[in-house]
C-alpha cells in the first residue's frame, strides 16, 4: 500500500504563487514510486475532479490546457516526492488538490485563490 500526504495549500491572492507537495511512504511506494506516473488533480465545489499535471519516473510532464505555462511539476525519487508549483493562481484555481500515484489518493490540499 502507498501512503500520500500533501501540504503546502493555502490562501492566496489572484496572481500569486504557492508551492504543493505530496510525499510518499509504506512499503510498496518504496518500491514503485521511481517508476510509476504520479498525478496532480483537483476537484472544486460542485466540480469533477479533474487532471492538473502529471509526471512520469523518468520525468516527462503533461499538463492540462488551463495550467500551462503557469504550473510547473517536478519529482525528487529518492525522497518519494513530488511538487507542484503554482504560478499566476488564478480564482479558477480554487480547488482542493489531490495527488494519485498507482490508484492511491492523498486526503488532498486546499487551495484558494481570492482577494
Known amino acids: 500500500q502507498v501512503q500520500l500526504v500533501e501540504s503546502g495549500g493555502g490562501l492566496v491572492q489572484p496572481g500569486g504563487s504557492l508551492r504543493l507537495s505530496c510525499a510518499a511512504s509504506g512499503s510498496i511506494a518504496t518500491i514503485i514510486f521511481s517508476i510509476q506516473t504520479v498525478g496532480w488533480y483537483r476537484q472544486a465545489p460542485g466540480k469533477q475532479r479533474e487532471s492538473v499535471a502529471s509526471?512520469?519516473?523518468?520525468?516527462?510532464?503533461i499538463y492540462a490546457d488551463s495550467v500551462k505555462g503557469r504550473f510547473t511539476i517536478s519529482r525528487d525519487n529518492a525522497k518519494k516526492t513530488v511538487s507542484l508549483q503554482m504560478n499566476s493562481l488564478k480564482p479558477e484555481d480554487t480547488a482542493v488538490y489531490y495527488c494519485?500515484?498507482?490508484?492511491?489518493w492523498g486526503q488532498g490540499t486546499q487551495v484558494t485563490v481570492s482577494s
Open positions: 494519485n500515484i498507482a490508484l492511491n
Open positions: 509526471i512520469t519516473g523518468r520525468g516527462s510532464a
